[in-house]
């Protein structure tokens, strides 16, 4: 496990680089949180030309398995900045393997994430206006021993449910 007094963090935006996933919200957050002590691992399609002072890792737009969960497990933050219009209600892959290994993440509030953060009292997690939201002033929340508490109360849950067993018996009876 990785300590949460960092200096420094790598910021992983996962997932292809759509619009929906990396439109107005995702152009906010890097306006407001433009800082040299931030690495931001993205989609290799992500094109940025302003003078910027975060760090960029690019990395390909189809990762193995493997890689991908690699880069969750280094990252410190995962960072899911969803238009909350088209994701009211789908559900995110991306979320769902997150919290099987208690990584915290932020979300947009009015998203399914956003509400099943809310079942778990992870409110703190969920970014209301990404225009005004500044990271560094919420690290110290983000990091603390209480949401570490609540993220590990949210992964049982989510390992009870989304589980092989559980997905084969849905299957078999549905055969």
């Known amino acids: 496990e990785k300590k949460s007094s960092f200096k420094k963090y790598d910021l992983y935006f996962p997932g292809q680089y ?4 990396f439109g107005t919200n995702f152009l906010n957050f890097i306006k407001m949180n433009d800082d040299k002590n931030y690495r931001f691992i993205i989609n290799e399609k992500f094109k940025y030309y302003k003078k910027r002072n975060f760090k960029l890792k690019l990395i390909k737009t189809n990762l193995t398995h493997k890689s991908y969960i690699s880069y969750i497990k280094k990252s410190q933050l995962i960072i899911l900045p969803y238009t909350s219009k088209l994701y009211k209600f789908r559900t995110s ?3 769902i393997e997150c919290i099987s290994i208690a990584k915290p993440i932020l979300v947009t509030e009015g998203t399914w ?3 099943e953060y ?4 992870l409110n703190e997690l ?3 206006d990404w225009s005004k939201y500044n ?5 110290k929340i983000i990091f603390s021993k209480k949401i570490k508490v609540k993220l590990f109360k949210i992964q049982k849950k989510y ?3 989304h589980n092989m067993y559980k997905y084969a018996n849905i299957l078999e009876n549905n055969l």
């Open 118 to 121: 809310k079942k778990f009292n």
């Open 126 to 128: 969920i970014v209301k």
């Open 18 to 21: 759509r619009d929906e996933k």
């Open 93 to 95: 892959g991306i979320f």
């Open 135 to 139: 990271l560094k002033s919420n690290l």
């Open 113 to 115: 994430m956003a509400s």
């Open 159 to 161: 390992k009870e449910f």
